[in-house]
């Protein structure tokens, strides 16, 4: 198999499947993107299909870029052709959810494409704001994200998935104790 991490659940997902991050990150990966393309280039499928191959590859930078945690993969002014590039793919992203439609007519618009298209301007404003006006080093976008509310949650919810709105104070005292 060219993509040998993909299966059936990848793709043709439940209703829950849908919503797991590890699911789009396997789908929207770099080995994914290539096996495309060599299907293509041996003529298994049609050339249409490297537009597919082109928008997951841009789909994997930007996810690597809004998801860093480690300064090597940071926005950074260290080296300018890397960060003019990334700047770059950042204006990409925007440029083609503002002319993106998906579905039929007449909503052509969904919400996914406010939802990166907010995400990558205030990430563009961010770093204009803490690598220009601050003169901070590097930014690292996935201390932006909602990871550690997502996490708190999850500790919340442990005992009982649907808490009540005491459960859910008594919890959030403990896990706040405890983390203490």
């Known amino acids: 198999k060219p993509a040998p991490k ?3 659940k990848h793709l043709k997902p439940s ?4 919503m797991k991050v590890s699911t789009a990150l396997t789908v929207f990966s770099h080995s994914v993107s290539c096996a495309i393309s060599l299907l293509v280039n041996s003529g298994v499928l049609g050339e249409q299909a490297l537009t597919t191959s082109w928008f997951i590859t841009l789909m ?3 996810f690597d ?3 860093s945690r480690c300064s090597t993969t940071a926005l950074s002014q260290f080296n300018l052709e890397q960060y003019s590039a990334a700047l ?3 204006n990409t992203i925007v440029d083609v959810f503002n002319g993106l439609s998906i579905g039929c007519a007449p909503v052509r ?4 494409q406010t939802g990166i298209i907010l995400s990558t301007l205030s990430i563009i404003d961010l770093q204009n704001y803490f690598l220009n ?3 901070y080093n590097y930014l690292l976008t996935a201390r932006f994200t909602q990871d550690c509310l997502e996490n708190l949650f999850s500790c919340v919810r442990r005992r009982n998935p649907v808490p009540t709105p005491l459960d859910f104070k008594n919890a959030l005292r403990a896990v706040s104790v ?3």
């Open 6 to 8: 993909l299966t059936e």
């Open 15 to 18: 209703h829950f499947d849908k």
């Open 60 to 62: 994997n930078r930007w």
């Open 65 to 67: 870029l809004m998801s």
């Open 88 to 90: 770059d793919l950042l």
């Open 109 to 112: 618009w969904k919400p996914v």
């Open 133 to 135: 006006a601050r003169n």
């Open 178 to 180: 405890s983390q203490y």
